[in-house]
């Protein structure tokens, strides 16, 4: 069965840090493009920043540039989001998805991906 499970959300206080982690089962990450997207209540899904497991090259949002950084373990078959500085407008469910493609294209378009994870909560208070 394939599947990609998130952990590491939680609650933290404004300027600390969070690790997410997105493990894939069922299929290895060669030649995807993985993604975290975020959706807050109301709100669209935001691409939040972008791996590719071909050429390790990175993409991020504005709004997290300088903060996030994913990278992959390919041997362990995880994808990783460290979040530091964070701030009560990084509150929400967390989600990693797969594309199967070894260029990353689109990468914030939902409808782009494969797979998707059940979604990982970040609290941040102020």
């Known amino acids: 069965e394939v599947q990609l499970v998130e952990s590491g959300g939680g609650l933290v206080q404004a300027g600390g840090s969070l690790r997410l982690s997105c493990a894939a089962s069922?299929?290895?990450?060669?030649?995807?493009?993985i993604t975290w997207f975020r959706q807050a209540p109301g709100k669209e899904r935001e691409g939040v920043s972008c791996i590719s497991s071909s050429d390790g090259s990175t993409y991020y949002a504005h709004s997290v540039k300088g903060r996030f950084t994913i990278s992959i373990d390919n041997a362990k078959n995880t994808v990783y989001l460290q979040m530091n500085s964070l701030i009560p407008e990084d509150t929400t469910i967390y989600y990693c998805?797969?594309?199967?493609?070894?260029?990353?294209?689109?990468?914030?378009?939902?409808?782009?991906?494969?797979?998707w994870g059940q979604g990982t909560q970040v609290t941040v208070s102020s």
């Open positions: 998805a797969a594309e199967a493609s070894p260029m990353v294209r689109l990468w914030v378009l939902p409808e782009s991906y494969d797979y």
């Open positions: 069922g299929f290895t990450f060669d030649n995807y493009a």
